[in-house]
């Protein structure tokens, strides 16, 4: 709600030149996070998608209402795929004893393609990182801090990644800007 006074609120201690860079960071921490965000909202309607068509395959009755459950269940990582399947298994019960046992398998294939290609690539994309390097920090993160570490692995890298790209392309220009104007003046003898 008061996103637009933290970057003037933060920066009101430093001087002009520090309080700008201050809020360019901010800015682009921001930007990395809503592109997270968007990633997930993006990744959960492909997978809301893949079930609807599965769902259709297997004509379980609320296929739509079933996916759209699913669609919204799955923006929260790694818990909510299990409790989006939870609804379709009773449905399929309800519909036909065999039908749990198809809707498993077409729930199973679409977390599948999700979790392995999709998830990786549009994240990758999004937040610039390899999709293998994705991967490879929900991994960590999970061994590191269990389900926390999961949640919050690679958001927290990325936004780790932006502070350091942004920090070294200031000491960047900073070495660039020494190197082009040098202090050490000798006079002209031209």
């Known amino acids: 709600k008061d996103g637009d006074k933290l970057g003037p609120f933060v920066t009101q201690i430093f001087d002009k030149k520090k309080a700008e860079n201050i809020e360019e960071l901010l800015h682009k921490i921001n930007m990395t996070l809503t592109g997270y ?5 993006f990744v959960s309607f492909i997978l809301g998608i893949l079930l609807f068509i599965g769902y259709l395959i297997i004509r379980l009755d ?5 996916a759209l ?6 923006v929260i990582p790694f818990l909510g795929p299990f409790l989006a399947v939870i609804p379709a298994l009773i449905v399929g019960a309800f519909q036909d004893p065999m039908m ?6 077409i729930t199973l ?3 599948q393609i999700e979790s392995n290609l999709i998830s990786p690539n549009v994240m990758g ?4 990182l390899h999709p293998l390097t994705v991967i490879t920090v929900i991994l960590a993160g999970g061994s590191i801090a269990g389900f926390l570490g999961i949640l919050f692995a690679v958001p927290f890298y990325a936004v ?11 000491y960047r220009e900073s070495k660039l800007t020494k190197t082009v104007n040098p202090t050490d003046h000798r006079g002209d003898q031209s």
């Open 109 to 111: 294939i679409a977390q």
């Open 100 to 105: 749990v046992i198809w809707v498993a398998i």
């Open 69 to 74: 459950f699913a669609m919204v269940m799955n």
């Open 125 to 128: 994309r999004v937040l610039s």
């Open 37 to 41: 965000i968007q990633g997930q909202l």
């Open 160 to 170: 780790l990644k932006t502070i350091f790209i942004h920090f070294y392309s200031m």
């Open 62 to 66: 609320y296929a739509l209402t079933l």
